[in-house]
């Protein structure tokens, strides 16, 4: 089992990898189990400040639900209504409070897709692909997909994903905003390694708070985000002194000369 999620730690971040290359990375009953345990282990590891999470091989980040373990075994398709973050991937990647870049390698395919959608930032291949076949399979998605996809590139596009099942390649996906950039495949993990290490060089517990205040905005209102803004700044900003901001102001003006 544990061959199954990949996990290295290098500089501050740490690579997660879904290892089933020969099943696409299925996200089986023991694929996800391991996920939920990896991404509890470097949540807790005061080493890792950053998380990129890909999958082996060349061929799929990963195809979702193992539909053969769904087609088997009785109850099976629970799997995609779980809470539980053992058996909901995307709440096992949402517990961490690092920044998680996914480095998408191939197809991200239905609940594949889901769990893209759960990462931070996304970088794609140039072999990358996404695809919506809940349609086609008949299943209704219960990871979030029909609520996050049209909250990022628009419900009309969400709609023609959804509903048709087609696939989209990594040039559209970025022109639709679905993901910050497309690199050639073999750049594709340093230059998610290199973001990482950039979020890694900074203050660790102000990224986690930055990425919630964020997180929990995103899922309100306008009004309501504005107001959440304002109080935790407000508390925030009250504990920094103008010596702290001075001592750092130097490295902030060497590091955006070097850029």
Known sequence: MDDLVLLDVADGVATVTLNRPGAMNALSTALRARLYAVMKQVDADDDVRAVVLTGAGERAFTAGLDLKELG???GALGSANARGADENPVKAIELCRKPVIGAINGVAITGGFEVALACDILIASENARFADTHARVGVMPGWGLSQKLSRLIGISRAKELSLSGNFIDAATAERWGLVNRVVPAGDLLATARKLAADIASADAGFIAAYKKLIDDGFAR?????????????????????????????????????SQ
Do not use: D, K
């Open 72 to 74: 088997s075994q009785a």
């Open 221 to 257: 209102p306008f009004g309501e985000a504005m107001t959440l803004e304002h109080e935790r700044s407000s508390a925030a900003n009250r504990a920094v002194t103008p010596e702290a901001v001075e001592a750092r102001r130097a490295a902030v003006q060497a590091r955006g000369r």
